[in-house]
């Protein structure tokens, strides 16, 4: 029994490619997942077949980063502007959230994954937020990579929440607005806990930010591929990371070298 558990493709893990340097990986790995519609237009599909292996490429993208050892991968799924859509290409995404969780939540809680969705979930449709509940609370306890889900995400409605709440709070004469530092701003975000990304990844070729993590990339790395989502391989995710580790960081700093 144990024989076949260790030599099933699906349970082994994908070695660190030789290329990569293991101390200079990125902690958190943040993604717009972009160029669903195309793939599947390219292929004469209806856009909706183009999230549908979109899937696959998120599940793909979460193993490695959980295999190769980084702490947090954060998603974009579904932006608050991306109600502006078809009604049918939203229903179709809000049914394909539903399905891929309770099929995959299994998987994640034995694979050790905390998972948490980031954004406004109150407008989507129950059963999905019922899910999301028992997702975040049964992974809750996990060890393993933090995968954030960004649905109903926007980054400017998540800065102007937290505003708020520091207002209430110091209306309630609980802060002194002179008090309010950027940790007590960053913990009011949804991304509250977690490392800023290192690395923000944008595929299909789009040089835009379209309203992610406004405030939690100030000093990310950004690497533009023109992938299209569906295709990001293990291929698209190493040359990712070899961009990453080429660039210098300096944060405002000189270069020690110079
Ligand atoms: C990204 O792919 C997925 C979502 C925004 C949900 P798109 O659906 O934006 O694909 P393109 O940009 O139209 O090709
Ligand atoms: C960004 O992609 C949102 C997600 C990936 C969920 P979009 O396709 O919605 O972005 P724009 O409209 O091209 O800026
Ligand atoms: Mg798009």
Redesign the pocket.
Known sequence: MSRVLATTPALGRTPLPTGLDPARLPRHVAVI???????A?RRNLP?VM??RE?VEALKRTLRLCSDWGIGSLTA????TE?WNRPGEEVSF?MTLFERVLARELQALEQEQVRIRFLGDLSPLPNGLQQLIADATARTAANTGIHFNVCTNYGSRAELVLAAQRLAERAAAGQLAPAEITEELFAAELHTAGEPDPDLLIRT?G?RRISNFLLWQLAYAELHITDV??PDFDEQAMLTALLDYQRRERRFGGVDPLA
């Not at 997942?33 to 793939?39: C, I, T």
């Not at 974009?76 to 932006?79: L, P, V």
Request: charged share 20%; hydrophobic share 30%; net charge neutral.
């Open positions: 997942m972009d160029g669903n519609g195309r793939w237009s856009r183009g999230h979109g974009y799924a579904f932006s991306n995404l299909s789009e299209l989502w």
